[in-house]
């Protein structure tokens, strides 16, 4: 009986532990599975971050990427203007030689058919005429003479007419192929056109975006003023030495007069933080007339990082102006202005919302308060 209980017992144990070790492996297989799971999630989730930031560039590395494609398409569509103009050109000249031609082709037609009505009324002198009617040897070679000459003369009429109609021919070929090119052109430039401005509209629609998302635009605020930090070595070394060329500064903005923004630390009317702004903020519309607030030097005008397309002036003593966020620039480098010169149209390129200007004062590169020189 006791060998019974004990082989039970051995047998109850053997079963309880094959049980357990059972219970245990498929718990553990489903801890596995479920851990295999989550590991691939945990991936899946991996290769969706990394794939969007492949795909995801902040929105001002997008805008600046559309702006230097503008500014390419700009600078296309400018050359091809200039091809166009330079086709005109050679079109007028063409049509100016072609009418030459013409009244030279006309002009010797009229003699050679004066010619010929002389001698069909006249009747044609021939040798045989010319023998009889000469008086004696030397007359008889002299109207010889004569009569070779008009008919050598004759022949080099013929020549020369032909070679103005060629020379019409080949201006009317030259002629169709400028006009053939001056459509090709025009066609090219109506492309580039309309590139511009969806590359533009891109642009606007990601400008709308930065201004609805705080973060993008603090990071644009940011960077514009640790830009304008540095952009204080530069100015220094383009300046010359220079007295001040006197006087006030005139209002850079003619007919628009609203600060949308102040120079200085204030509360962001949209981020509600305090931010430090380097210059002044002017509302004015896109393509609006921007002017040179006193006589000076032209220092720059081109790109400008953050800044967009920019104008600064170097007026003596010192003192540079800055004007930025411009559609296009009216002035180049090394060029006298004079005050209220026009020298850009305001625009909203760069790190910018919308269309403004945005005005700085700059003494010996570090900025200062615009609105203190202003009158």
């Known amino acids: 009986m006791n060998k019974i209980m004990t082989y039970s017992l051995t047998l109850i144990l053997i079963f309880s532990l094959s049980l357990s070790s059972l219970i245990f492996a498929t718990n553990v297989e489903n801890d596995q599975k479920e851990l295999n799971s989550i590991s691939d999630r945990i991936e899946d989730v991996k290769d969706l971050l990394t794939q969007g930031q492949k795909k995801e560039k902040s929105l001002s590395e997008q805008i600046s990427d559309l702006e230097k494609k503008i500014e390419a398409t700009e600078k296309e569509i400018k050359s091809i203007q200039s091809d166009i103009r330079q086709t005109e050109g050679k079109i007028s000249e063409t049509v100016q030689k072609l009418e030459e031609t013409q009244d030279e082709i006309d002009h010797k037609n009229d003699v050679l058919n004066a010619r010929?009505?002389?001698?069909?009324?006249?009747?044609?002198?021939?040798?045989?005429?010319?023998?009889?009617?000469?008086a004696d040897f030397q007359e008889l070679m002299n109207n010889i003479d004569m009569v070779k000459r008009v008919y050598e003369q004759d022949v080099e009429l013929l020549k020369y007419l032909k070679t103005k109609?060629?020379?019409?021919?080949?201006?009317?070929?030259?002629?169709?192929?400028?006009?053939?090119?001056?459509?090709?052109?025009?066609?090219?430039?109506?492309?580039?056109?309309?590139?511009?401005?969806?590359?533009?509209?891109?642009?606007?629609?990601?400008?709308?975006?930065?201004?609805?998302?705080?973060?993008?635009?603090?990071?644009?605020?940011?960077?514009?003023?640790?830009?304008?930090?540095?952009?204080?070595?530069?100015?220094?070394?383009?300046?010359?030495?220079?007295?001040?060329?006197?006087?006030?500064?005139?209002?850079?903005?003619?007919?628009?007069?609203?600060?949308?923004?102040?120079?200085?630390?204030?509360?962001?009317?949209?981020?509600?933080?305090?931010?430090?702004?380097?210059?002044?903020?002017?509302?004015?519309?896109?393509?609006?007339?921007?002017?040179?607030?006193?006589?000076g030097v032209v220092i720059h005008s081109n790109w400008l990082g953050g800044y967009g397309k920019v104008v600064m002036i170097d007026h003596g003593g010192g003192i540079v102006t800055l004007y930025a966020h411009n559609n296009s620039l009216l002035v180049k480098v090394g060029q006298q202005v004079t005050k209220g010169q026009a020298i850009t149209k305001s625009g909203s390129t760069g790190n910018s919302t919308g269309p403004h200007l945005h005005f700085e004062v700059r003494e010996n590169g570090d900025y200062v308060d615009p609105m203190t020189h202003l009158k």
């Open 116 to 134: 010929l009505r002389v001698m069909y009324k006249n009747g044609e002198v021939g040798l045989v005429e010319v023998l009889l009617g000469s």
């Open 165 to 295: 109609y060629s020379e019409i021919d080949l201006q009317k070929m030259n002629l169709e192929n400028l006009r053939n090119d001056l459509t090709s052109q025009r066609n090219n430039e109506k492309t580039k056109q309309v590139e511009l401005q969806v590359s533009r509209g891109e642009a606007a629609e990601l400008r709308a975006a930065v201004k609805k998302d705080n973060n993008q635009l603090e990071k644009q605020i940011d960077e514009l003023n640790e830009y304008a930090k540095e952009l204080a070595e530069k100015i220094r070394q383009a300046q010359s030495s220079q007295a001040y060329v006197g006087g006030t500064l005139t209002w850079p903005a003619p007919g628009s007069s609203r600060i949308t923004s102040p120079f200085g630390y204030r509360i962001h009317p949209i981020l509600k933080v305090k931010k430090f702004h380097t210059g002044i903020d002017i509302g004015v519309p896109s393509n609006s007339t921007i002017v040179a607030v006193n006589d």
